[in-house]
T-cell receptor, first 113, second 111 residues
Framework: SQQGEEDPQALSIQEGENATMNCSYK?????LQWYRQNSGRGLVHLILIRSNEREKHSGRLRVTLDTSKKSSSLLITASRAADTASYFCATDAISAAGNKLTFGGGTRVLVKP | DTAVSQTPKYLVTQMGNDKSIKCEQNLGHDTMYWYKQDSKKFLKIMFS???????INETVPNRFSPKSPDKAHLNLHINSLELGDSAVYFC??????????FGQGTRLTVV
């Protein structure tokens, strides 16, 4: 089963607008990571936020984490056409078996010029 | 140098064949993974290895057999390929609780 569920599944915005997507998960985590995937390409790591952190910034990206609600959000500010991609959250879950990085279903973002 | 490399990038094969996908990481990581991304873009974990030992097997059919000859390599062998095996397969590695590094993917098409 998917550990992370992402919302919305798809998002269409104009260039210059902000894009926000959310991720909910079910179990305790070590950290939560966000990745970007352009069509037909591999996964690009964007940002990692640890379970004891609440907010993190990287350039135009802002990630929040609320472990009490088991949710995270990714905000892309001042979006560009090049931000068009699918965005995935991934949870690094606490497990006796070892690290398990589980992905959500992704949010497809279209930024229109 | 590519951190995580997998070969081949594309693989087209007939049903019933046996094929392998190779993965190598030069990061010195202890943990390696195989993921399957289907046509709906869901990324599903298949296997996780830590120091050559299998630690996670997510109810993958036993036609799929991972092999880790050493810490830097995790290969995926698939027997008796089926149409439903068509997907993009990603290899990844990580160390401790740090971010994962992904290969560029292998697009497998079974005809």
């Amino acid at each position: 089963s998917q550990q992370g569920e992402e919302d919305p599944q798809a998002l269409s915005i104009q260039e210059g607008e902000n894009a926000t997507m959310n991720c909910s998960y079910k179990t305790s985590i070590n950290n939560l990571q966000w990745y970007r995937q352009n069509s037909g390409r591999g996964l690009v790591h964007l940002i990692l936020i640890r379970s004891n952190e609440r907010e993190k910034h990287s350039g135009r990206l802002r990630v929040t984490l609320d472990t009490s609600k088991k949710s995270s959000s990714l905000l892309i500010t001042a979006s560009r056409a090049a931000d068009t991609a699918s965005y995935f959250c991934a949870t690094d879950a606490i497990s006796a078996a070892g690290n398990k990085l589980t992905f959500g279903g992704g949010t497809r973002v279209l930024v229109k010029p | 140098d590519t951190a995580v490399s997998q070969t081949p990038k594309y693989l087209v094969t007939q049903m019933g064949n046996d094929k392998s996908i190779k993965c190598e990481q030069n990061l010195g990581h202890d943990t390696m993974y195989w993921y399957k991304q289907d046509s709906k873009k869901f990324l599903k974990i298949m296997f996780s290895y830590n120091n050559k030992e299998l630690i996670i097997n997510e109810t993958v059919p036993n036609r799929f057999s991972p092999k880790s000859p050493d810490k830097a390599h995790l290969n995926l062998h698939i027997n008796s390929l089926e149409l439903g095996d068509s997907a993009v397969y990603f290899c990844a590695s990580s160390q401790g609780q740090s971010r994962a590094f992904f290969g560029q993917g292998t697009r497998l098409t079974v005809v």
